[in-house]
T-cell receptor, first 115, second 111 residues
Framework: EAQVTQNPRYLITVTGKKLTVTCSQNMNHEYMSWYRQDPGLGLRQIYYSMNVEVTDKGDVPEGYKVSRKEKRNFPLILESPSPNQTSLYFC??????????????FGDGTRLSIL | LAKTTQPISMDSYEGQEVNITCSHN???????ITWYQQFPSQGPRFIIQ???TKVTNEVASLFIPADRKSSTLSLPRVSLSDTAVYYCLVGDVWVTGKLIFGQGTTLQVKP
């Protein structure tokens, strides 16, 4: 089954304790992206990757890191989490077809609570 | 980057056709228009994508005028299960991976 898998689905942790949210896709998609979703603010892009070893900042990259060492995986790293990073996070992937056909497939989300 | 503007909320009744319009005045030549549906605590789900004129699939139609400065998602004969948030997104990940979602439209379908 084609899917984007995020882990963990839920996490409660404390300020300053490094954490990683994993994201894996099995569709051989070139493009991957991370979003956070907060009430009243919609989906905001954190980082994206156009291909392996190519990453770039989205709208709200501060406090986050990513890596894309292989095509299927795109982990999100919070080196020193703070309470303002408490949010619902989504990973997504899509093909990078030149002629369109770029529907993003989203994971089920990771709810992070930073105390 | 094209910014999108949608109504914050809409109400409808079961069996009616619903049209949600998205404004994207500074859409780029290469940009595609994509609509997503999101239920609470779930990831957005792709509905439909188009570049110009009309696109139709098994769940919706997308109307795009010639100037492409707006688009309209049409949901025929909605049911209670269509109650969700609908997002319009404009962009082209072949050119740039930076994407900005609009605020979304909360559609409430009533019996």
């Amino acid at each position: 089954e084609a899917q984007v898998t995020q882990n963990p689905r839920y996490l409660i942790t404390v300020t300053g304790k490094k954490l990683t949210v994993t994201c894996s896709q099995n569709m051989n998609h070139e493009y991957m992206s991370w979003y956070r979703q907060d009430p009243g603010l919609g989906l905001r892009q954190i980082y994206y990757s156009m291909n392996v070893e190519v990453t770039d900042k989205g709208d709200v990259p501060e406090g986050y890191k990513v890596s894309r060492k292989e095509k299927r995986n795109f982990p999100l790293i919070l080196e020193s989490p703070s309470p303002n990073q408490t949010s619902l996070y989504f990973c997504a992937s899509s093909p990078r077809d030149r002629g369109g056909n770029q529907p993003q497939h989203f994971g089920d989300g990771t709810r992070l609570s930073i105390l | 980057l094209a910014k999108t503007t949608q109504p914050i909320s809409m109400d409808s009744y079961e069996g009616q056709e619903v049209n949600i319009t998205c404004s994207h005045n500074n859409i780029a030549t290469n940009d595609y228009i994509t609509w997503y549906q999101q239920f609470p605590s779930q990831g957005p789900r792709f509905i439909i994508q188009g570049y110009k004129t009309k696109v139709t699939n098994e769940v919706a139609s997308l109307f795009i005028p010639a100037d492409r400065k707006s688009s309209t998602l049409s949901l025929p004969r909605v049911s209670l299960s269509d109650t969700a948030v609908y997002y319009c997104l404009v962009g082209d990940v072949w050119v740039t991976g930076k994407l900005i979602f609009g605020q979304g439209t909360t559609l409430q379908v009533k019996p």
